[in-house]
């Protein structure tokens, strides 16, 4: 509930629970999510690689069910390399990679941005070819 309070949301009425519960489910089985997440931090090519899986997390917290056998979900990510790392705030074993501590921040924050994009989307969504939106569903879950 908190979280629905950050977006500025309230729990919609009883009524229009009702009458969303009773649209039933769309048959519609062909659903792709593509997305791309950027960092001004210097990372190499397998840390971008990473920061795109871990992306998918946050695709996965925000969408049920992801990754189905017959979507496309995709996220590429990028690195401008603009902003020089800090320093790791704890000592890593020279066996790591240099930029371990500065990926494992980005891949959560990565996760984060995602699901949060996909939230903020599903907000902003107009109805399109007799698919409601979130907002004609439940107009009363939003601060008027």
């Given at each position: 509930m908190a979280e629905?309070?950050?977006w500025g949301l309230r729990v919609p009425?009883?009524?229009e629970?009702?009458?969303a519960i009773e649209l039933g489910q769309k048959g519609t089985v062909l659903n792709t999510t593509i997305g791309v997440v950027a960092t001004d931090a210097a990372l190499s090519k397998a840390g971008c690689r990473r920061v795109a899986v871990a992306g998918h997390d946050g695709l996965a917290?925000?969408?049920r069910p992801a990754?189905?056998?017959l979507?496309?979900?995709t996220l590429f990510a990028l690195a401008t390399g603009t902003r020089a790392p800090a320093a790791a705030p704890v000592p890593m074993?020279?066996?790591f990679p240099a930029e371990l501590a500065l990926l494992d921040a980005v891949c959560a924050a990565a996760a984060d941005a995602v699901s949060r994009a996909i939230v903020g989307a599903v907000l902003a969504a107009t109805p399109v070819a007799g698919i409601p939106s979130y907002r004609e569903l439940f107009?009363?879950?939003f601060d008027v």
């Open positions: 629905a309070a950050s009425d009883a009524a629970l009702a009458a917290r925000a969408i990754h189905s056998p979507d496309g979900d074993p020279a066996a107009p009363s879950a």
